[in-house]
């Protein structure tokens, strides 16, 4: 049986995961906010290299409380909104319901955790390239895959959902188009793409430069290449073995990207908050819990805190 | 007997040091740039909070081919000038000339030792509020002390000026009214100097930001401060022992300091060269040398050789 899902957050990632959702039959609901009544009258358009597409009628919601339960929230918000979802999540969830987390960041699984309690909650990395251009209507530029797994706290002692649940959600995705995979060390997952995020989503605020402009000029090369290398050994000390020739991969890939900023330097330059806290301080946090001393990691930190309380 | 002194680069530095001896009844011999015919007409003015003065006819030249040879050369100009120096100091060096180098950052010295030879170089940490605000014309706005000793070339390892003549030229700055100490370990006074300036001048390039807006924010503030213990816990691995309480004393400083532009950040501004390589490039060379890890002093001088290839 497939599950039932809401989406919270209808922009450039819920928008368009749960436009391919609904696309392939599937039940889903949108929380919408300042595009509700666009969505109601025009539905939503996905913009997709794998194909466009438009859902002349999809099950909008200006609230919540207008919504159904479901088998399966995802919450596809910036985690700087974190704090909305001790109010959003409640009323779309049964007991045997699952959030799926896909936001950036390590243990930013957390704040729903904290709403849902434990064994409830399963995280995912998405690697997409997707923006919101106009009301209800989302391009995708590239990639897209979703690599998700159980949520086990933040000292790794706590049950995720069944593997039942967590197989029907990845047949979902994989029979809506969406490439995805399941694993069973969310953490290690994480840390690997906290490897990008971490030089990429920072340097580019700090240095206020895209990233081809950072991988061509030699210093700030160099200097992200030394950052991603810092978060594997970091990683590594942690408990989720990396292997070094990852840092080769993570920089031969960035060369190969198209001209692209970062989601943090977008949201900085619109004066939108930054998600600093969940893929710089979580990172950090969880260093400190283990021990493991992140010298750039923490100057890239404060940098970034600096930056965004003094724009 | 008093020394014969040149001044090369009669700015805000040069002109403020050059301006005392003279003063002082010394023979001091002024190499002018832009300022040249301005100085010629009207001599050099010092505002200062010791005592505004006017020195109506100073001896001022356009070209070190018209100077005389001197005992000592006051090496004033930026670092970043340094390629200059070894058409500008052999005219007016003797066998027994004596050259000392007042610019910021480590090993600063080397350019001026390449020049002139072992033996006859001596640096001087300056500890100088100043500003050239017009021709011929400084503005002394706080401090004025000048740490100075022998300079022994990278490797610690070569004669420097003889005791006689850094007595000499000690006696020569004090009687002029310029508070002087002389050491007989430039280095760590050089490391002592670069606790303030690796954490302060960068920064401020780096966060676009005056000093007292960094110590006015919790994260900048803390930042400095790590930095400043990185490079301190560096100069001990090196070999000069620095107390830890000094990173307070450096804090507790720059708190009651004026509201402050650091030369950095005011060269940055102005589109002129900043000194990155004399102030991090040397310190880290340095520390490479004798095989200490600096995590932030390397992040922070990428961060500004990108800066400054790209503003």
Redesign the interface.
């Known amino acids: 049986m497939p599950l039932s899902y809401a989406i919270i957050g209808t922009g450039a990632l819920g928008g368009f995961y749960g436009g391919l959702l609904a696309r392939s039959g599937l039940e889903v609901h949108f929380l919408l906010h300042s595009d509700f009544e666009h969505v109601v009258k025009h539905g939503l358009r996905v913009d997709s290299k794998l194909g466009d597409f438009h859902l002349p009628s999809v099950h909008a919601y200006r609230s919540v409380g207008d919504m159904p339960q479901v088998d399966c929230v995802i919450v596809g918000l910036k985690s700087t909104q974190n704090h909305l979802l001790a109010s959003l999540i409640p009323p779309l969830f049964r007991d045997d319901s699952t959030a799926l987390v896909l936001q950036n960041g390590l243990h930013v699984e957390q704040a729903t955790r904290d709403v849902v309690g434990p064994g409830r909650v399963a995280g995912g990395c998405c690697f997409l390239c997707s923006n919101k251009v106009g009301p209800g209507h989302i391009r995708h530029i590239d990639y897209g895959k979703i690599v998700f797994g159980p949520y086990r706290g933040l000292n790794d002692d706590e049950p995720g959902p069944s593997d039942e649940r967590l197989q029907t959600i990845q047949r979902d995705l994989s029979g809506a188009g969406i490439e995805c995979h399941l694993t069973n060390d969310l953490t290690t997952a994480r840390w690997r793409k906290l490897m990008w995020n971490i030089p990429f989503n920072g340097l580019s605020v700090?240095?206020d430069?895209s990233t081809d402009?950072?991988m061509g000029?030699a210093?700030?090369r160099?200097?992200a290449r030394?950052?991603s290398e810092?978060v594997r050994q970091t990683a590594c000390q942690c408990g989720s073995a990396i292997e070094p020739e990852f840092v080769d991969w993570v920089i031969d890939h960035t060369d190969e990207m198209v001209p692209y900023d970062s989601s943090m330097r977008l949201d900085f330059n619109h004066g939108r908050p930054i998600e600093v806290e969940a893929i710089y301080g979580n990172a950090m946090r969880h260093a400190d819990r283990h021990h493991v001393e992140t010298?750039?990691l923490?100057?890239?930190?404060?940098?970034l805190?600096?930056?965004a309380?003094?724009r």
Do not use: C, G, W
Request: proline share 4%; hydrophobic share 45%.
């Open positions: 700090i240095l430069a402009v950072i000029d210093d700030s160099n200097l030394r950052v810092e010298p750039i923490k100057t890239m930190y404060q940098q805190k600096f930056l309380a003094h």
